[in-house]
């Protein structure tokens, strides 16, 4: 079946400009993280939705990001006014929700902010 | 401060040897360890995962070792293929009680490089 997907796969930005990027879960799937990995680094969590319950923005380095997800299933994860060190490559995954369900990811978003 | 690390960037491995990935971790909260191996330009895709109720969990090749008395976990590779050439990161997370898992707390990854 089809995994997630991410989309725009790269993306270009001038600093101080908004971006959306784009996650489609597995069909089905509950639960739905967003990740980023900056360049030599671990992936590093950003925030967890699951069903309908509030999300966990604990990971959200700034207000400058949001997410939210709509009707349970596609997600956008916002960033406000980029920032050069916001350049990373941004990682969706979902699962089904259960405890020992491990995460599928997408291909990614490699966002550069010059 | 890393709740997981992987001390090694990088391991270089004779094809047909046994690989050995090290992972320490310092959150004692953290009853759910994965491994993930990631190909350039591709998200990272599951390679196996172990409670914290065991000490070993095998498939195929892979076998994943937890010592949870050192707060340390380890993947063996056996043997090693030219195939398995990527960067593993080892994850960990909490699992709540009504069901799902925090968001997984990752390492940097090792980058694992399979001479023929």
């Known amino acids: 079946g089809a995994g997630v997907s991410q989309s725009p796969s790269n993306k270009v930005t001038e600093k101080g400009k908004d971006v959306e990027l784009r996650c489609d879960p597995i069909?089905?799937?509950?639960?739905l993280y967003w990740y980023r990995q900056s360049l030599g680094q671990g992936l590093e969590f950003l925030i967890y939705?699951?069903?309908?319950?509030?999300?966990?923005k604990s990971g959200l380095p700034s207000d400058r990001f949001s997410a939210e997800r709509t009707g349970g299933s596609v997600s956008t994860l916002t960033i406000q006014r980029t920032q050069q060190e916001d350049s990373a490559v941004y990682l969706c995954a979902s699962s089904s929700g259960l405890p020992e369900d491990e995460q599928y990811f997408g291909p990614g978003t490699r966002l550069t902010v010059t | 401060d890393q709740q997981v690390k992987q001390n090694s960037p990088s391991l270089s491995v004779q094809e047909g040897r046994i690989s050995i990935l090290n992972c320490d971790y310092t959150n004692s909260m953290f009853d759910y360890f994965l491994w993930y191996k990631k190909y350039p330009a591709e998200g990272p895709t599951f390679l196996i995962s172990i409670s914290s109720i065991k000490d070993k969990n095998e498939d195929g090749r892979f076998t994943v070792f937890l010592n949870k008395s050192a707060k340390h976990l380890s993947l063996h590779i056996v043997p090693s293929q030219p195939g398995d050439s990527a960067v593993y990161f080892c994850?960990?997370?909490?699992?709540?009680?009504?069901?799902?898992?925090?968001?997984?707390?990752f390492g940097k990854g090792t980058h694992l490089i399979i001479q023929p």
């Open positions: 939705f699951q069903g309908n319950s509030a999300p966990d």
């Open positions: 069909s089905g799937h509950t639960a």
């Open positions: 994850a960990a997370s909490s699992r709540n009680p009504g069901g799902g898992a925090d968001g997984l707390t």
